[in-house]
T-cell receptor, first 113, second 119 residues
Framework: QKEVEQNSGPLSVPEGAIASLNCTYS??????FFWYRQYSGKSPELIMF????GDKEDGRFTAQLNKASQYVSLLIRDSQPSDSATYLC?????????????FGKGTKLTVNP | EPEVTQTPSHQVTQMGQEVILRCVPI?????FYWYRQILGQKVEFLVS????????KSEIFDDQFSVERPDGSNFTLKIRSTKLEDSAMYFC?????????????????FGAGTRLSVL
């Protein structure tokens, strides 16, 4: 069973701080990695995707990928109370022409004003 | 901005009844999915659908489940005889194309979900 592991938290940071969220995955063949944000009772909302080793920045968000270590992370700079949500790491598994996302359990982030 | 649309937002049903959950994927997308999320648990893959047939289904997607694309816009999930444990949020997602097309990296966009409550 291919797994995606995340620290479930909760992770609590003060407003303006950097929040660091981590994810490991077991399928070495995975090529595409995604971070979704999910507010309570809502659907997953895509915030970042990354395919290549290294960093990818988009505004206050930076995704980091290390395929050798099978590790993906998300940094949120200048955290805001509106960033308080559960962050889902998802890994695309592609096999025999089929595709699916495998999700971690999510890390609940609370940003305190 | 184009979005995936799901109806109804909340469905309440009695155990043993059939339900149909409806989705309208983003119009130029070709690859469709259903996921579910039981309260407090992770999002789980149910089924993927491409070129008018199922590409992959999970262990959860047993004979009680079926999917259909009855016309050019709708994508439905049917549960034939609901059980208490089917109570969950059901999310539809779509993507432009699968990874092997090399056009995109299977970026999936999710609908707002249908909350299914089986009593």
């Amino acid at each position: 069973q291919k797994e995606v592991e995340q620290n479930s938290g909760p992770l609590s940071v003060p407003e303006g701080a950097i929040a660091s969220l981590n994810c490991t995955y077991s399928d070495r063949g995975s090529q595409s990695f995604f971070w979704y944000r999910q507010y309570s009772g809502k659907s997953p909302e895509l915030i970042m995707f990354i395919y290549s080793n290294g960093d990818k920045e988009d505004g206050r968000f930076t995704a980091q990928l290390n395929k050798a270590s099978q590790y993906v992370s998300l940094l949120i700079r200048d955290s805001q109370p509106s960033d308080s949500a559960t962050y889902l790491c998802a890994v695309n598994q592609s096999w025999g022409g089929s595709e699916k996302l495998v999700f971690g359990k999510g890390t609940k982030l609370t940003v305190n004003p | 901005e184009p979005e995936v649309t799901q109806t109804p937002s909340h469905q309440v049903t009695q155990m043993g009844q059939e339900v149909i959950l409806r989705c309208v994927p983003i119009s130029n997308h070709l690859y469709f999915y259903w996921y579910r999320q039981i309260l407090g648990q992770k999002v789980e893959f149910l089924v993927s659908f491409y070129n008018n047939e199922i590409s992959e289904k999970s262990e959860i997607f047993d004979d009680q489940f079926s999917v259909e694309r009855p016309d050019g816009s709708n994508f439905t999930l049917k549960i034939r005889s609901t059980k208490l444990e089917d109570s969950a949020m059901y999310f539809c997602a779509s993507s432009v194309s699968p990874t092997w097309s090399r056009i995109t990296k299977n970026i999936q966009y999710f609908g707002a979900g249908t909350r299914l409550s089986v009593l």
